[in-house]
């Protein structure tokens, strides 16, 4: 027992200045209660309120910042200040997305039940925070908010990964947007894909594993994209349960359908495809 007891204490010593998920999930949920009323729990009446919450939140990030140095290389102060400074056009690049998942999603009847009730709209609000915090330099706190929210919906994006404007994911469970991924602007993309890396070499850990998704393109249910050097053109659409580990063309279409052998009474999926692109090589 007496081996086991410093064993703990050697661990809470080791980490004694880690901030935990619950503070980090507490903050992050503060902050989209600020930019998002429909998040709040008290709607703001003053726009002098908006200005004390902003810099008490600054404050807060400034105290975490400073307390676990090892998390960042810069000033903590300074490092807070800087995030707050460049929200503005995360929030205008969130909101973007909110109209991307409204103009695409038939089902939705306004901004308000997306806000409220949309998993895909929680989980890329949290990636783009977390972004943010990343471009910073600021370690292990963009990943604990990410996953966070990767716990809630079902839908994991890696903090590091590099999304454009407007993107949209419907219905959102089981989505996989792996470090180095690469998504262009007007991107929509549909349950269960995975956008993912061929190689789990630690020695890979540095290099783009994870495949590029260029502008205006749409992704259906249960497709896997793997691969750094796969690069999906512009304009195209991949099909659902689609596997793909080789780049697509521009204008593309991809995917599966059965054919039907009536002499041998068996039935084989085959891949269709446009631009003439060989995906069985």
């Known amino acids: 027992m007496d081996s086991f007891i410093r064993k703990i204490h050697l661990a809470h010593q080791e980490c004694s200045d880690c901030p935990s998920p619950k503070l980090i999930q507490t903050y992050f949920e503060d902050l989209l209660g600020l930019l998002f009323p429909e998040y709040s729990v008290q709607n703001i009446r ?58 695409g999603d038939p089902a939705a009847k306004s901004r308000t039940e997306i806000l409220r009730s949309y998993p895909g709209f929680y989980a890329i609000a949290a990636y783009r ?6 471009q910073l330099g600021i370690k292990l706190i963009p990943r604990m908010i990410t996953e966070f929210a990767h716990s809630r919906t079902g839908i994991d994006i890696h903090p590091g990964a590099q999304i454009g404007q407007f993107f949209c994911i419907d219905h959102g469970t089981g989505v996989v947007i792996g470090e180095t991924t690469v998504i262009g602007n007007q991107v929509k993309i549909y349950q269960g894909v995975t956008l993912g890396a061929l190689s789990v070499d630690k ?39 689609v596997w793909l580990t080789k780049s697509v063309l521009p204008g593309s279409k991809v995917y599966y359908q059965t054919q039907m052998h009536h002499e041998e009474g068996t039935v084989t999926e085959v891949y269709v495809f446009k631009n003439d692109i060989d995906l069985s090589q």
């Open 46 to 103: 003053e726009e002098e309120e908006v200005k004390s919450r902003l810099e008490n939140l600054q404050a807060q990030l400034a105290s975490i910042l400073t307390r676990n140095i090892h998390l960042h290389s810069g000033d903590g102060e300074k490092l807070a200040k800087r995030f707050f400074n460049d929200l503005e056009q995360v929030f205008d690049w969130i909101n973007q997305d909110v109209d991307a998942m409204f103009a």
């Open 129 to 134: 925070i977390a972004h943010l915090l990343l």
């Open 203 to 241: 020695a890979d850990a540095d290099t783009k594993r994870h495949p590029t998704i260029e502008d205006n393109v749409i992704i259906y249910a249960g497709a896997t994209i793997l691969g750094g050097k796969t690069v999906i053109g512009k304009n195209s659409v991949i099909g659902g349960n």
